[in-house]
DNA sequence: TATAAAACCATAAAATACCATAATTTAATT
DNA sequence: AATTAAATTATGGTATTTTATGGTTTTATA
């Protein structure tokens, strides 16, 4: 799977389809699964979207943590149990279920957001309001992403 | 993949088409993606570039992080949702999209400035003033750039 | 049978591939 | 070292394809 990423704002026509950016769609075309899967952020007030093939990885880290751990007991609920997989149509487009558009505050417009791995979707002023703090937090803060001098 | 070095000038056309240097091109030659990767810099008025490869290195570091790192968060945000992923045509041509041309105060002719393992595009005249900025910091200050024994 | 969901068809705009040529750099030859 | 030849690179314009989006018809379902 390739990289999600860059901003895309589409729009939904009245039956609620959007076309998800064809760079979005070429990201899982090597996939079995020819769509993408949804959740409602824990966090924000935005979509999430990862591909069928990373939900089957969470999936496995889940596993990995053991039976009896009631905190990811809770996330991996709400995570699976709220997750939509959506196929594409033939030109592409999905429609995205009343409950997330409404948890995202999403009309008639909405921005893919790329964030490499993953990526979500937002009503577009909200989106412009969020990533504006985003970047005065940086400026502030100037966090460092390292990468091992091994990795290149 | 090699390092980016040197600086070159180059002239967009009409369809903001600009060919990416050579020498930059034969960098990210041996890559799967046959491209760059453009994003608005935080901290300047130029645009970044760096490989697909380098790209994918830090969606891996951040996923190292987990899912509830917020300072992350920040960073992540504004990179993956600002890169543009951008092929090369045939002859190793690029169109850097308006708003990035935009941030960089970019008309008709913009400079390649290497950075080793990134590059950066700027506004010819722009980049003149902050070299010689650069250069008389490096005059008073001469810091010193260390490197490891074993590293060559 | 009414209603929702899926498949199908059409099109304008934007992105990309294609073709051609000028300019520059590198290599070869004298 | 100078000159010529070849190859590469940068640049310009046109043609084709892809993409996003709208609408209609068919199929499934309650």
Redesign the interface.
């Known amino acids: 799977m ?6 895309y704002e589409n729009r939904l026509d009245t039956k609620g389809r959007i076309s998800v950016p064809a ?1 979005f769609r070429s990201s899982v075309a090597s996939e079995n699964f020819s769509g993408v899967v949804l959740y409602r952020s824990f ?1 924000n007030n935005c979509i999430e979207g990862l591909s069928m093939s990373r939900m089957e990885k969470l999936a496995s880290a889940t596993d990995q943590m053991g039976v009896f751990d009631t905190e990811l007991d809770d996330l991996s609920a709400m995570l699976f149990a709220d997750a939509r997989p959506l196929q594409f149509d033939v030109t592409g487009r999905i429609v995205i279920p009343e409950d997330l558009l409404l948890h995202a505050g999403i009309k008639d417009t909405a921005v893919f ?5 993953s990526f979500q979707i937002w009503n577009p002023t909200a989106f412009k309001e ?2 504006n703090k ?2 005065g ?3 502030k ?1 100037r ?1 460092n ?3 091992k ?1 091994d ?2």
Not at 2 to 7: K, R, Y
Not at 113 to 117: D, E, T
């Open positions: 390739s990289l999600f990423l860059s901003s760079s966090t957001v790329g964030r490499g791995n969020i990533q985003s970047l937090n940086l400026r803060l966090p992403l390292k990468i001098s990795d290149n």
